[in-house]
T-cell receptor, first 114, second 110 residues
Framework: NAGVTQTPKFRILKIGQSMTLQCTQDMNHNYMYWYRQDPGMGLKLIYYSVGAGITDKGEVPNGYNVSRSTTEDFPLRLELAAPSQTSVYFC?????????????FGNGTRLTVT | EDQVTQSPEALRLQEGESSSLNCSYTVSGLRGLFWYRQDPGKGPEFLFTLYSAGEEKEKERLKATLTKKESFLHITAPKPEDSATYLCAVQVTGANNLFFGTGTRLTVIP
């Protein structure tokens, strides 16, 4: 019963490098989300998806890209990493909101850009 | 503008000393209010969802309540293992995500 799995757990990037944060869920949830969490700030939504092939921007999408080719996977791509992208990234999934379903979170990826 | 404010930012309690955490919200239309617990180095863990004013939910030493402007998370006779950050989040009607507060960091001292 893995739930939401994120890899890697930690990563250090140099400015200008790119990387993909991986997220997979085994609960057959349609909805998936990417949040970032910075000290003293609430979780901020980056992108979300309501199903395979459908993605939409959240509050803070600049500098990120996503794709959703399968129900299970929702990778987050960082192009040209910047120090402002130093954060902890959380992936989450849920059933559609009319099911009154809470979000289920992974344990995060801690990213440092130097 | 939709807003969620949690207070206090941090709270230290002696074991057994009951208290409450507050989550006040200003949103255009509330579909649901969620409480999560987050331990260091972990993702948020779901505790409760409340949908209408007057609703209450309980789990072990925790009880969540909801009014039209705020929610309280009451902690009765807390234990050290209750130490964590407690996050409040709202879902606005018609939105496909949760809007989070900044959390209350609770420390329970033996």
């Amino acid at each position: 019963n893995a739930g939401v799995t994120q890899t890697p757990k930690f990563r250090i990037l140099k400015i200008g490098q790119s990387m993909t944060l991986q997220c997979t869920q085994d609960m057959n949830h349609n909805y998936m989300y990417w949040y970032r969490q910075d000290p003293g700030m609430g979780l901020k939504l980056i992108y979300y998806s309501v199903g395979a092939g459908i993605t939409d921007k959240g509050e803070v999408p600049n500098g990120y890209n996503v794709s959703r080719s399968t129900t299970e996977d929702f990778p987050l791509r960082l192009e040209l990493a910047a120090p402002s992208q130093t954060s902890v990234y959380f992936c989450a999934s849920s059933l559609p909101w009319n099911y009154n379903s809470p979000l289920h979170f992974g344990n995060g990826t801690r990213l440092t850009v130097t | 503008e939709d807003q969620v404010t949690q207070s206090p930012e941090a709270l230290r309690l002696q074991e057994g000393e009951s208290s409450s955490l507050n989550c006040s919200y200003t949103v255009s239309g509330l579909r649901g209010l969620f409480w999560y617990r987050q331990d260091p180095g972990k993702g948020p863990e779901f505790l409760f969802t409340l949908y209408s004013a007057g609703e209450e939910k309980e789990k072990e030493r925790l009880k969540a309540t909801l009014t039209k402007k705020e929610s309280f998370l009451h902690i009765t006779a807390p234990k050290p293992e209750d130490s964590a950050t407690y996050l409040c989040a709202v879902q606005v009607t018609g939105a496909n995500n949760l809007f989070f507060g900044t959390g209350t960091r609770l420390t329970v001292i033996p």
